[in-house]
């Protein structure tokens, strides 16, 4: 490509992606302008690219890509998170002792870095901004403070206090020699895994593991491996996967590694978490390959979701193959773990979740409900396809803008009515409670 066709291109990516910005554009116009822009970077892989190449992430998954611009700077391990509201921002970085930095990015605006230049200090706060603009005020106030330990800083003091704590039981004397950094990825230590993968990471690994590629081929997509910022899911080599030629993914799942055996992945069953924010309500899916054993699904990803004070609501798990096939949109997704998939482990009080457009919301009989809270579930009836309310306004006038709702759900073809229901209704207490309103209904049905 000459020097006109490179600008050309560039100026077409600015265009592209400044629309999808800037203009309210059709479905079509959007899918169209997104086709374009992976065609030019499947055909560009220059460093020239790179600025536009984040400049889309940000705009399409503004948190993968806030993490992936974070893990490529020499202080990830001091990274505290991307967060789009301040108030959880200033807690996860006041909550831990040692400096650290974070991004804030609110819906629809730009970017601002929050960094703790010392314990007990608080925040110092960039201008609005882009990654790049925001990156170089923290270089300056580095230069300034000097108050964040890179990475090879951290791994040096972890290797030298360790080093210091084992040295009584060698020698009466300290040891004197320069302690060596503790984690190591040199692919001459270690055989590489039989997998396809078309080069190495530079991200971290311990002792004498097997290298973690830099891509991996997943099905019919490539996902590329990023490390994740906390120590814990470092030392237990867990890595997220973005799946560049399908960003549109990343905004129903967020997917994860644990990388203990490359090879033999694929052999293990998936797994299917529901995160879900401190209120309870459903954020996205999480989807977790490699795992040994459904314990230590549950443990990397509550790992993976603490970072954004998220939890998860339940485990599932399944195999690679059917899962995969239902992994391109949310709906299917939603169907597979409610459906295919066998559940693990779920918290107390768990009710699975359904997607919010999936139900006719309009109640066909009225009646007075129990107040709501974010944990009480929609009890819904399926007739003829069609997904309807028997109880549920409250706890749907408790937000209109969720996009899954917890629920129970009856169907049709258990001989159940609309007059047979009112009249169990008419039975009950009033207002009903919707999980004794369940419970009759069961009863009806099982007499």
Not at 36 to 63: G, M, N, S, V
Not at 230 to 256: M, N, T, V
Not at 333 to 345: H, I, P, T, Y
């Amino acid at each position: 490509m000459n020097a006109l066709e490179k600008a050309l291109t560039i100026k077409e990516l600015h265009d592209l992606i400044n629309n999808l910005e800037h203009r309210a554009l059709s479905f079509y116009e959007i899918a169209s302008s997104k086709k374009r822009i992976h065609e030019i970077f499947a055909l560009c892989d220059e460093a020239i690219f790179h600025k536009q190449l984040l400049a889309y992430k940000a705009l399409t998954d503004p948190r993968a890509a806030a993490y992936a611009f974070a893990g490529s700077t020499p202080f990830s391990q001091s990274f505290r998170g991307y967060f789009s509201a301040e108030q959880a921002l200033e807690d996860a970085l006041y909550a831990a002792p040692a400096s650290g930095w974070a991004f804030l990015h609110p819906p629809r605006e730009s970017w601002q870095i929050w960094l703790i230049p010392a314990p007990g200090r608080t925040a110092l706060i960039s201008a609005w901004g882009s990654f790049e603009q925001c990156y170089a005020w923290l270089l300056e106030q580095q230069k300034h403070y000097a108050c964040l330990r890179s990475n090879a800083e951290l791994r040096e003091r972890a290797a030298a206090e360790n080093l210091a704590a084992a040295a009584p039981a060698l020698s009466p004397e300290p040891p004197k020699q320069r302690p060596e950094p503790a984690l190591n990825c040199n692919a001459a230590d270690a055989e590489a895994p039989d997998l396809t993968a078309t080069g190495p990471s530079d991200a971290v690994c311990s002792g004498n593991a097997a290298p973690v590629p830099e891509f991996l081929q997943l099905k019919q997509w490539t996902a590329q491996l990023h490390a994740l910022p906390q120590p814990e899911a470092r030392q237990q080599r867990l890595y997220a996967l973005e799946l560049p030629g399908a960003p549109e993914i990343s905004q129903h799942a967020d997917l994860l590694l644990h990388c203990s055996e490359l090879d033999s992945w694929q052999s293990r069953p998936a797994y299917i978490a529901e995160q879900v924010n401190p209120q309870g309500r459903f954020i996205k899916h999480l989807v977790l390959l490699g795992a040994v054993d459904a314990m230590q699904a549950v443990r990397m990803a509550r790992l993976f979701s603490s970072q954004f004070q998220h939890d998860i609501a339940a485990l599932k798990k399944i195999g690679w193959e059917p899962l995969s096939a239902c992994l391109t949109h949310a709906d299917t997704l939603f169907k597979c773990s409610n459906e295919q998939a066998e559940a693990v482990w779920q918290a107390e009080g768990y009710h699975p979740f359904i997607p919010a457009h999936f139900i006719h919301t309009r109640k066909f009989i009225q009646f007075a409900e129990q107040p709501a809270s974010s944990g009480t579930p929609l009890l819904l009836l399926e007739e003829r396809q069609k997904i309807r309310v028997i109880h549920g306004e409250n706890r749907l006038a408790l937000s209109r803008t969720e996009q899954a709702y917890p629920h129970l759900l009856l169907h049709r073809r258990h001989g159940l009515s609309w007059q047979m229901i009112q009249s169990i209704i008419a039975g009950l207490a009033q207002p009903v409670d919707v999980m004794e309103l369940h419970e009759a209904i069961q009863q009806h049905i099982s007499n």
